[in-house]
């Protein structure tokens, strides 16, 4: 009838141990604790003539208020296990997470080395050439043109 992990001593002592009211924590009024400390005194075996009907109907009522007190913990239970198994899986989604962010970063600090290098290289050359750019509309490109070489294309007509 109780639950294989629930100890009453225990129960009955935890409460009064400075640590939360269990009354409260499992929604039992003193008088049904105190129902439950009486009725785990009684010894019942061999003495089922001794017990009044109405300390039989108490103890029945107890032992139904029992069983949904287990039914309540089985339930928090396994409502618990899934709450743990899910923050388990966040926990692990989360460490994805940062682990791809910081692959992220890597990748970001290689493109930028990579960008101020072919940025330098294209300063150096623009330095040290001495010549602009090729313009592709100016002819020879500020020289003059090679021995033999045709003439320029004629301008286009202004309108």
């Avoid at 923050?87 to 460490?95: I, K």
Wanted: net charge neutral; with cysteine.
């Amino acid at each position: 009838m109780t639950h294989p992990k629930f100890n009453p001593d225990l129960w009955m002592e935890v409460g009064s141990s400075g640590g939360p009211n269990k009354n409260q924590v499992y929604g039992l009024s003193n008088t049904t604790a105190d129902n439950l400390r009486s009725t785990r005194s009684v010894s019942t075996i061999g003495s089922s003539q001794s017990i009044s009907s109405s300390q039989s109907k108490e103890f029945v009522a107890l032992q139904q208020h029992m069983a949904q007190l287990t039914d309540k913990y089985d339930h928090l239970s396994a409502e618990y296990a899934q709450f743990k198994a899910s923050h388990a899986q966040q926990r692990a989604e989360s460490e994805q997470i940062k682990a791809s962010q910081a692959q992220q970063k890597a990748e970001y600090k290689q493109q930028k080395a990579a960008y101020e290098q072919l940025h330098e290289m294209v300063i150096n050359m623009a330095t040290y050439s001495g010549t602009c750019a090729p313009n592709p509309f100016w002819p020879y490109n500020h020289q003059p043109p090679p021995p033999g070489s045709p003439p320029p294309p004629p301008a286009p007509p202004l309108y």
